[in-house]
Every structure is written in structure tokens, then in C-alpha cells.
């Protein structure tokens, strides 16, 4: 529920709502202020209704993504907990009929996002052929999940050595993306087969699939001890029951001037989805919770680091380590797992 001040005429509104609907909107309309339809969190907007046939108004309720809010001196002020696209409606009532304006307004974040390095605390191998999607670690061992159609794989690594422990292919006709490890089970995703596998978490065996819902594709998954993420190649990072593997719902990414639609591999700590920024050296840091993109982590020069070879490919891979509390990264192909800390930049 937003934190909008609620409307005390409920018992009205169940009465007029009664009331005989007809195609009133033709001679209504709900404008914006300075015809703005974004506004940032705890601002205001002032919002209009535009009568142009100046019918008589009997009363007008509105609403945001179907609560009921209420206006302060023509003023919309947000303070609900997500942010990202939102459908304000007023329901206006004019002799007997009903008339429902809908209009969108963006609510973004805040403030804009700090920036942040990092700095290496260690390099390990890493197989230069693993096409890496996914990386997580799990009891101390490395999980990771390797694309391509014909050569996706999920396996167990050994961090500091960079051997393989143990790998599964899956089958050709898959492109394997990101994974997240919850209660024993490996949950791995497909690219754009609408496909996700379970496997047990010690022996890797296939524990069984599941399909997507609204999400578009599979890309990125991570978890906070008790529900999934899913990243889907959109401004969407979608929840996801681990009971059901059914999309409970989902946060837009946002800054505090737009939209931002790259959040590709993840992972989750205190609070805080990383999130690889897609073909780019750079990590978002977003609030589970709301969307906002509070932190970008600029990891440019770290892919000169590594051995140069045809095949090399973007940055990709972030794993956080609760007993050394520090980060992994790699990239598509790379010779390397960097072991870094990242930290705000002064100034």
C-alpha cells in the first residue's frame, strides 16, 4: 500500500461507484503540471482536471496502481516504496455517470547514483572457454553457469584452482543464463527458450524445469534467503516464489532522470541487487526494494588484465563472498576471477 493519505468518503465512493457508467472521458481529461509526467520520490506534481465541456462534477476520486490517494492543494506527492512506471486514474462523476481518466507518471528515484571503483585483492584462474552467464558461491564452492546454444553448461568450481569439479551440459537446444542457489537447489536459467532447471546442489542432478511468466527472457537470477530475482533484459527485475517458480511481482531500475534497461547477471547482498550492466566494464547497485539505482561501479582496465585472445568477450560474472566479504568478477572467456573490493569514489 502507497503512503498517500487515504480518502475518508469510502461509503460514498461504494455508492457512486453504483452508479450507471458511460464514455464521459471525451469531454475530460487529466492534465499534468507544466506537462511533466515524471516526478521523484517524496516530490510533488500538480495534477489537473480539465472539463471542457463544463459538465457539472459531482465529486472525482483518484488513484495510483489502484489505491486510493488523495490530492493536497491540487498536488500529487509521492512517498509509496517502489518506484518506476505508475497508472494515476480519477474517477469523476458527473449526474449519474462515471467517467475513468488514465495517465502514466514516471516516479524515479531520489537521488542520483554515487559512483564507485574498486581495487584488486587477488586474481585466480579461470576457464578461458566458459562462456560465463551466472556465478555464485555456495559453502565455499563457486557455482557458475556457461551460454551458447551447444555448449551451456552449470558447473562447480574450485575458486582458487579454477578446476572444474563438476559439470553438466545442457541439452543443444539451450542457451544457458544466469543461476542462483536457495535450500540445495541450483535454479539456472535459458536465454529465450521461456525455460528454467533445477538441479541438487551437490550433485548437480537435474531436479526438473519450470516456465517463465510475464518476464520476457532469462537472464540474470540471484536471491535473499527466501525469494528470487529474475532480470529479463528489460527495466524489469522480477520476484519469484521459489516454492512455485510463479513471478510474484517486480521493481523497475530507475535513476533519478530515467529508466535504465541493462541489468543483466545478479546478485544479492544486505539489501542490494548487483547487477551486471550489459555489454558494458560497470555494476549497478539497486535497492531491492524499490528500484533505484543507487551505486554505478565503473570496473574499466579490467579486462586489459586478463589474456588477450580472438574469443574474449564483455565483462560478466559477480559473486559475493559472506566469509572474506569481497567481491568476484569475471568476464565471457576470460583467464581470470578477480577478487576485488568496491568502494565509493571521493569527491
Not at 472525482?60 to 486514474?89: C, I, M, R, W
Not at 544479492?268 to 539497486?286: P, R
Not at 588477450?308 to 566469509?323: I, M, S
Request: charged share 25%; net charge negative; hydrophobic share 35%.
Amino acid at each position: 500500500m502507497y503512503k498517500f493519505k487515504i480518502s475518508t468518503a469510502f461509503s460514498v465512493l461504494g455508492l457512486l461507484l453504483s452508479c450507471g457508467e458511460s464514455d464521459l472521458s471525451r469531454n475530460f481529461s487529466l492534465e499534468m503540471e507544466k506537462g511533466a509526467k515524471k516526478i521523484q520520490q517524496h516530490q510533488s506534481i500538480g495534477v489537473q482536471l480539465k472539463n471542457r465541456a463544463e459538465l457539472p462534477v459531482d465529486s472525482v476520486f483518484y488513484f495510483l496502481d489502484g489505491n486510493p490517494v488523495t490530492l493536497t492543494a491540487g498536488k500529487l506527492t509521492f512517498s509509496g516504496p517502489v518506484l518506476g512506471t505508475k497508472h494515476l486514474q480519477a474517477h469523476v462523476f458527473s449526474e449519474g455517470q462515471k467517467a475513468i481518466l488514465d495517465t502514466e507518471i514516471l516516479v524515479l528515484a531520489k537521488e542520483r547514483p554515487a559512483l564507485y571503483t574498486y581495487e584488486i585483492l587477488n586474481s585466480y584462474p579461470h576457464d578461458p572457454k566458459a562462456f560465463t552467464q551466472g556465478l555464485e558461491f555456495f559453502r565455499d564452492t563457486l557455482y557458475e553457469s556457461t551460454g551458447r546454444r551447444g555448449a551451456s553448461t552449470l558447473r562447480k568450481v574450485d575458486y582458487q584452482t579454477g578446476k572444474v569439479l563438476t559439470s553438466v551440459a545442457l541439452d543443444k537446444q539451450f542457451f544457458g543464463e544466469g543461476l542462483t542457489v536457495l535450500n540445495d537447489t541450483v535454479y539456472m536459467l535459458t536465454w529465450q527458450s521461456g525455460t528454467g532447471f533445477m538441479f541438487d546442489a551437490g550433485t548437480l542432478r537435474k531436479l526438473g524445469s519450470f516456465e517463465y511468466g510475464e518476464s520476457e527472457e532469462g537472464w540474470g537470477l540471484a536471491n535473499d534467503g527466501v525469494r528470487i530475482f529474475k532480470s529479463d533484459g528489460t527495466q524489469r527485475i522480477w520476484t519469484l516464489d521459489p516454492g512455485t517458480l510463479q513471478e510474484t511481482g517486480f521493481v523497475e531500475t530507475v535513476t533519478d532522470n530515467s529508466v535504465f534497461n541493462k541489468a543483466n547477471e545478479l546478485e544479492y547482498v544486505e539489501g542490494k541487487l548487483y547487477a551486471n550492466v550489459w555489454q558494458k566494464e560497470s555494476m549497478m547497485i539497486i535497492d531491492a526494494k524499490s528500484g533505484a539505482i543507487e551505486g554505478v561501479v565503473n570496473f574499466g582496465g579490467l579486462k586489459e588484465k586478463v589474456g588477450q585472445h580472438p574469443d574474449l568477450d564483455v565483462f560478466n560474472g559477480v559473486a559475493y563472498h559472506p566469509g572474506r566479504n569481497s567481491f568476484f568478477v569475471t568476464g565471457k572467456n576470460w583467464d581470470t576471477l578477480f577478487e576485488v573490493r568496491i568502494f565509493k569514489k571521493e569527491g
